[in-house]
């Protein structure tokens, strides 16, 4: 394993946070920047739409003492970003904060993103890092995915929920073939046609406690489903291209 040499003469410094879905990549982000001062992108292609903060997970990311950038603020009106707008957006970003910064910090969890990242690694003009994180114990991890998925259904005043969001892109026929697609929206919509219940107003309807229960279960269990794939091609992608490194906040915090 190599040790980031102390002499960080190449801008930028890049080191990745990589892992599945409620892994914890967000809070190893923000402690390692707090060490170093570095900023954070987040390479997530879902949490660009900011009508889409709750189910995406972007609201309340935002942490004290952490600059945290996103590649893009837009709307699901706006069209979807695609993994190769998506990279332009995140090797554009890392470019113009690495003229300022000579580390920075890439978190992310977007499959279709970190493939592209990962095929053009050896082209980059950064010094680049990878770490992986595992996934946790399914036990721990299902449940760890209903607590959050439970604040996605009722979130604190003023967030809008995840059935709120939902119900506002069910109202355009046009959006309800991406909403289906979002592991959250989809695990929902689910729900709604085992109990019959209305897409376009299941945010003011109040779901019984039980169907409510159910929701955030299969929330979970479909999150688990995606972060174990996202676990199996992290680690197939990245521990075949990029050596495992060792990240010592010593020497950025000292650099910086």
Same mark, same amino acid.
């Given at each position: 394993?190599? %040790?980031?040499?102390?002499?960080?003469?190449?801008?930028?410094?890049?080191?990745?946070?990589?892992?599945?879905?409620?892994?914890?990549?967000?809070?190893?982000?923000?402690?390692?920047?707090?060490?170093?001062?570095?900023?954070?992108?987040?390479?997530?292609?879902?949490?660009?739409?900011?009508?889409?903060?709750?189910?995406?997970?972007?609201?309340?990311?935002?942490?004290?003492?952490?600059?945290?950038?996103?590649?893009?603020?837009?709307? +699901?009106?706006?069209?979807?970003?695609?993994?190769?707008?998506?990279?332009?957006?995140?090797?554009?970003?890392?470019?113009?904060?690495?003229?300022?910064?000579?580390?920075?910090?890439?978190?992310?969890?977007?499959?279709?993103?970190?493939?592209?990242?990962?095929?053009?690694?050896?082209?980059?003009?950064?010094?680049?890092?990878?770490?992986?994180?595992?996934?946790?114990?399914?036990?721990?991890?299902?449940?760890?995915?209903?607590?959050?998925?439970?604040?996605?259904?009722?979130?604190?005043?003023? %967030?809008?929920?995840?059935? %709120?969001?939902?119900?506002?892109?069910?109202?355009?026929?046009?959006?309800?073939?991406?909403?289906?697609?979002?592991?959250?929206? %989809?695990? +929902?919509?689910?729900?709604?046609?085992?109990?019959?219940?209305?897409?376009?107003?299941?945010?003011?309807?109040?779901?019984?406690?039980?169907?409510?229960?159910?929701?955030?279960?299969?929330?979970?269990?479909?999150?688990?489903?995606?972060?174990?794939?996202?676990?199996?091609?992290?680690?197939?992608?990245?521990?075949?291209?990029?050596?495992?490194?060792?990240?010592?906040?010593?020497?950025?915090?000292?650099?910086?």
């Amino acid at each position: 394993m190599g %040790e980031i040499p102390a002499d960080c003469t190449v801008r930028p410094y890049v080191h990745l946070i990589a892992g599945p879905t409620g892994a914890g990549k967000s809070a190893v982000a923000n402690d390692l920047a707090r060490v170093t001062g570095a900023p954070v992108v987040v390479a997530d292609r879902l949490q660009c739409f900011t009508d889409l903060a709750t189910t995406s997970a972007r609201a309340g990311a935002q942490a004290p003492g952490v600059r945290r950038y996103w590649l893009a603020d837009r709307t +699901v009106a706006d069209g979807d970003l695609d993994a190769a707008a998506a990279a332009d957006s995140l090797f554009g970003l890392v470019e113009r904060l690495g003229s300022r910064h000579p580390f920075v910090i890439v978190e992310g969890g977007s499959i279709s993103l970190l493939k592209v990242l990962a095929a053009r690694c050896a082209a980059l003009p950064w010094q680049l890092s990878v770490r992986v994180l595992p996934l946790p114990a399914y036990g721990d991890y299902i449940e760890a995915l209903t607590c959050r998925a439970r604040t996605m259904l009722a979130p604190p005043t003023p %967030e809008r929920s995840l059935l %709120e969001e939902l119900a506002v892109l069910w109202a355009d026929p046009r959006h309800r073939r991406f909403a289906a697609s979002v592991n959250g929206f %989809e695990a +929902v919509l689910e729900c709604c046609a085992k109990y019959s219940l209305n897409v376009g107003t299941i945010h003011k309807q109040a779901p019984p406690d039980p169907i409510r229960s159910q929701m955030a279960s299969l929330i979970a269990l479909r999150h688990a489903e995606h972060g174990i794939l996202q676990s199996r091609v992290f680690t197939e992608t990245f521990g075949s291209r990029l050596p495992e490194q060792i990240l010592d906040p010593s020497v950025l915090g000292r650099a910086a």
